[in-house]
């Protein structure tokens, strides 16, 4: 008898907790459900107003100052100016470096095909050219090569110049640097 009770007792708290148990709303009439939001758009659409932006390679000197990173940002439109506004921002150059004057000229006489392999160009090679010249309002240190290297490395790679000359009001501080690996 004691089992007979104990057994109804157990199917009872069985069913008491299949009772209680929440269970998802099923749409029997298969129709769908309005619900009403926020009023938000939940669709992921471009937005057409937003600007399109130029992503550029930025170098800076490690934490440890014993070597070049790089990492990628953009810009609106790709300037001189723009780049080093973005060097300012990461800590290569003082606030308030300007851009004098940039100036790029002749034709590449070879490039780069593969890990120091270069053959010579043949016809228009685009928008490159083979010297820069950078020339700046102030540079914070200019005997630390590391930091010509990076505002070298910038100009280089995102004004696609094969060789880079800084100056600084006119005065050069760093002739014909070419690009350097980040790491190195």
Sequence with gaps: MKRKIMCMLGVILILSLVACTPTPEKNRTGEVKQTQGSGVNTEKNPDPTAPILD???????????????????????????????????YGVL?????????????????????????????????????????????????????????????FLENLQVSYMTIQVNGEVVAENLTMVDAGK
């Design 55 to 89: 992503v550029v390679s930025i170098y800076s000197v490690s934490e440890d100052g014993s070597k070049l990173e790089g990492t990628m940002d953009a810009v609106e439109e790709l300037t001189p100016q723009a780049l080093a506004d973005l060097l300012i921002q």
């Design 94 to 154: 003082e606030e308030g470096t300007k851009v004098l004057q940039y100036e790029a000229e002749g034709a590449p006489s070879s490039q780069e095909v593969g890990p120091g392999v270069a053959k010579a160009v043949e016809g228009d090679a685009g928008e490159a050219k083979e010297y820069g010249t950078l020339n700046l309002s102030q540079f914070p240190d200019t005997s630390n090569k590391l930091l010509l290297q990076a505002v070298a490395n910038t």
